[in-house]
C-alpha cells in the first residue's frame, strides 16, 4: 500500500480510469466489428459466400467465449492492469494477421478462421477484467454507473466503427481499417498501462477521503489478498450465475445479429447504397451507447430508491422484454428507414440491461468478479457465435423475417431468466448482505 499520496485529482480517480476503460471498450469493438463492415469485400476478395463468412465472424466468438473462465482466473490472479495491457498488444498483433492472409492460399478461409479465433481469445480478458477493476474499484452504490461507462464503449466503438471503416476501404481498402483498428489498440492500452492501478489503495493520485469512501462501499466479503482458493462448487451451483448466464446468451444472441449482420442486412435485404448502410447501421450503436450509460444511471437509481432487485433484475427484465416487441414491429416495418429507426432503438433498449449484468456480478461473486463475469460472459459468446452462423441460414431459407423473430423469442428467453435471480445473495456470505451496503451509501 502506498503511504505518501500526492494530492488528489479533481475528478475521482476511479471515474478518469473507468473513462479510459470505456476507451479500451470503444477499441475492442472497432477490432471486431470491423470485419463485418468489411465483410462485403472480403467475401469478394476470397470468393466466399455469408455462410463460410459466418463462420469467420463465428471464429471469434468461439475463441472469446473458450477463453472467458481463464480471463477470469487471470484477472483474479494478475489484476487489471497487467492483463489488459498485454491483452491490448495482442489484440493488435492479430488484427493485423487477418489483413496478411493472402487471398490465393487454398485454405484461406480456414486461416481466417484461426487468426479471428486467436483474435476472440486475446479479447475474452476485456470485460472480465473491467468487472474485477470495477469490485475492487467501485463500492456498490456506484457499479451500475460504472458498468454503464464501460459498456458505452460498445456502442461508441461499434457506432465509429461504420462510417470511419467505411471511409478508410473507400480510399485504401480494407486492410488499412484493420491497421488502423490496431494502432488504436496499441495506444490506447499504453495510457492504460502508465495510468492505472489493480486497486485504490495502490494508486498514489487516489486522495484519504475518495479511499475511505471505496472501502466503506466494497462490500463486507471484499480482501484485499485476493489469496482464498476459488469456491468452484459455489459459483457452478448458484442459480444466480446459471440464470445470468442464460440471460447473457440471449442477449448475445441479439446483439451480435446487429454487430454481424445488421450493415449487410440493410444493404441486402433493404437494398440502401455502401454510404447509406453506413448511416443507418450506426443507429443502433448510438442506441447502445444511450442505453448502456442511461442504464447504468437507472439501476443505481432505482436500486437506491426502491431496492435491489428492482435497480439489478426488474429493469433488465423489463428491457429485454421490449427488445422483443421492437424486433418483430422492426424486422416486419415496409419502410428501410423505418426498419432501421425501429430496430436501433430495439438494440438501445436492449443495451439498458447490460451494466446490471456486470453490476450484479460484482455485487454478489466479490473478489471472484472477474471469474463470475468471465462465466456469464461465455454465455453471451456462445449466443453470438450461434447468431453470427445461424442468422444468414436463416435468412437464406426462410427469409430475415425468421432470423429476427428467432432473436425476438431468445429475447424474452434472457427476460424471464432474471426473475430467476436473487441480487442480495453473496458467493462469500449469506443471502440479504448487500442491500444494508447499499443503503448504508
Excluded at 440493410?266 to 451507447?289: C, D, E, H, W
Excluded at 462469500?428 to 451509501?441: D, F, I, K
Aim: positive net charge; proline residues 5%; charged residues 10%.
Amino acid at each position: 500500500m502506498i503511504q505518501n499520496r500526492k494530492p488528489a485529482t479533481a475528478l475521482p480517480m476511479r471515474y478518469l480510469l473507468v473513462v479510459l476503460l470505456f476507451l479500451l471498450s470503444s477499441v475492442a469493438y472497432l477490432d471486431r466489428t470491423n470485419i463485418s463492415i468489411a465483410g462485403i469485400q472480403i467475401s469478394h476478395e476470397y470468393a466466399i459466400d455469408n455462410t463460410h463468412l459466418g463462420w469467420i465472424f463465428s471464429a471469434f466468438l468461439i475463441g472469446y467465449a473458450v477463453f472467458q473462465v481463464p480471463a477470469g482466473l487471470l484477472a483474479h490472479r494478475f489484476g487489471s492492469r497487467r492483463l489488459l495491457t498485454f491483452a491490448v498488444v495482442w489484440w493488435g498483433i492479430f488484427t493485423v494477421l487477418t489483413t496478411l492472409v493472402p487471398p490465393s492460399i487454398g485454405n484461406a478461409v480456414a486461416v481466417l478462421i484461426l487468426v479471428r479465433f486467436a483474435l476472440g481469445a486475446g479479447e475474452a480478458t476485456m470485460y472480465p477484467a473491467a468487472s474485477q477493476f470495477v469490485e475492487r474499484w467501485f463500492p456498490v452504490p456506484e457499479r451500475g454507473k460504472a458498468n454503464g461507462i464501460i459498456f458505452g464503449g460498445v456502442g461508441v466503438g461499434s457506432g465509429f466503427t461504420p462510417p470511419i471503416v467505411t471511409a478508410i476501404i473507400l480510399h485504401f481498402g480494407w486492410r488499412a481499417s484493420f491497421w488502423f483498428s490496431a494502432v488504436c489498440g496499441i495506444i490506447a492500452g499504453i495510457v492504460w498501462y502508465l495510468s492505472a492501478r489493480d486497486t485504490p489503495e495502490e494508486h498514489p493520485r487516489v486522495g484519504e477521503k475518495e479511499l475511505a469512501l471505496i472501502r466503506a462501499g466494497r462490500g463486507p466479503e471484499h480482501t484485499e489478498s485476493a489469496k482464498r482458493s476459488v469456491p468452484w462448487r459455489r459459483i457452478f451451483s448458484s442459480k444466480e450465475i446459471l440464470a445470468l448466464t442464460l440471460s447473457y446468451l440471449a442477449f448475445g444472441y441479439v446483439a451480435w445479429v446487429f454487430f454481424g449482420w445488421f450493415y449487410i442486412y440493410l444493404a441486402q435485404a433493404r437494398g440502401l447504397n455502401l454510404k447509406t448502410s453506413a448511416v443507418y447501421s450506426i443507429l443502433p450503436f448510438i442506441g447502445m451507447t444511450i442505453g448502456a450509460m442511461g442504464g447504468g444511471v437507472a439501476s443505481d437509481w432505482l436500486a437506491l430508491r426502491f431496492s435491489l432487485r428492482t435497480g439489478r433484475c426488474i429493469l433488465p427484465c423489463f428491457a429485454m422484454a421490449t427488445t422483443s416487441v421492437l424486433l418483430i414491429a422492426g424486422s416486419r416495418a415496409e419502410q428501410a428507414s423505418t426498419a432501421g429507426i425501429v430496430l436501433a432503438l430495439g438494440a438501445g433498449v436492449l443495451y439498458i440491461a447490460q451494466s446490471c449484468f456486470w453490476a450484479i456480478t460484482a455485487d454478489f461473486a466479490g473478489e471472484y468478479a472477474g471469474l463470475a463475469s468471465g462465466i456469464m460472459n461465455m454465455g453471451a459468446q456462445v449466443g453470438g457465435a450461434v447468431a453470427t452462423s445461424l442468422t444468414p441460414f436463416l435468412a437464406a431459407r426462410l427469409g430475415w423475417h425468421t432470423a429476427f423473430f428467432t432473436a425476438a423469442g431468445l429475447a424474452v428467453v434472457g427476460a424471464l431468466s432474471w426473475l430467476l435471480v436473487d441480487p442480495t445473495r453473496s458467493l462469500a456470505l449469506p443471502a440479504n448482505v448487500l442491500e444494508p451496503t447499499l443503503q448504508q451509501n
